[in-house]
T-cell receptor, first 117, second 107 residues
Framework: GAVVSQHPSWVICKSGTSVKIECRSLDFQATTMFWYRQFPKQSLMLMATSNEGSKATYEQGVEKDKFLINHASLTLSTLTVTSAHPEDSSFYIC?????????????FGPGTRLTVL | GNSVTQMEGPVTLSEEAFLTINCTYTATGYPSLFWYVQYPGEGLQLLLKATKADDKGSNKGFEATYRKETTSFHLEKGSVQVSDSAVYFCALSQEIWGAGTKLIIKP
């Protein structure tokens, strides 16, 4: 099966610091990856679409300067939360469809719990 | 705009009961519809999907039919098991997700 990993699985940081979250497709290539944010007992909110070799596409209302996305290779996308604040505390999830395959089917990472103190 | 409305949980059933989790949508065009499942402590997994009207997606005993006339994609299972306890999400493409329904199955 297709596996997507995320690192770290959880992180606690001080307000004002930056945190980088990695999303890797372990056994397939992904030209596109999606970053979501999930609030407690709520649905996933798509933040941005990460495109290998080009700029990410951000959803309306998501600050691109705050949530920096880099898709440097066909298996790795990173989300950096810059100058984090307590309101950025959330569960961040990435997903990816297989490149060249059924692009409707996404494979999800296990998520990263960010807590900003 | 596009949206998904999913029944609120938690839904608590006894083992072997019949399950229905309602999902209705609003969309322009004919997007694909999905059900995802999140087991405790695990990442989201695709459960089933349907890509056009009248399509039926099925997996692990679960079924859902893409009904254009009622704009619905209800999830059903004839006999649930304790291992089906999880949170179920209805989704319309990658962008639009329901709020999730927690399912609790008691032995």
């Amino acid at each position: 099966g297709a596996v997507v990993s995320q690192h770290p699985s959880w992180v606690i940081c001080k307000s004002g610091t930056s945190v980088k979250i990695e999303c890797r497709s372990l056994d397939f290539q992904a030209t596109t990856m999606f970053w979501y944010r999930q609030f407690p007992k709520q649905s996933l909110m798509l933040m941005a679409t990460s495109n290998e070799g080009s700029k990410a596409t951000y959803e309306q209302g998501v600050e691109k300067d705050k949530f920096l996305i880099n898709h440097a290779s066909l298996t790795l996308s990173t989300l950096t939360v810059t100058s984090a604040h307590p309101e950025d505390s959330s569960f961040y999830i990435c997903s990816a469809p297989r490149a060249g395959r059924d692009t409707d089917t996404q494979y999800f990472g296990p998520g990263t719990r960010l807590t900003v103190l | 705009g596009n949206s998904v409305t999913q029944m609120e949980g938690p839904v608590t059933l006894s083992e072997e009961a019949f399950l229905t989790i309602n999902c209705t949508y609003t969309a322009t065009g004919y997007p694909s519809l999905f059900w995802y499942v999140q087991y405790p402590g695990e990442g989201l997994q695709l459960l089933l999907k349907a890509t056009k009207a009248d399509d039926k997606g099925s997996n692990k005993g679960f079924e859902a039919t893409y009904r254009k006339e009622t704009t619905s994609f209800h999830l059903e299972k004839g006999s649930v098991q304790v291992s089906d306890s999880a949170v179920y999400f209805c989704a319309l493409s990658q962008e639009i997700w329901g709020a999730g329904t927690k399912l609790i199955i008691k032995p």
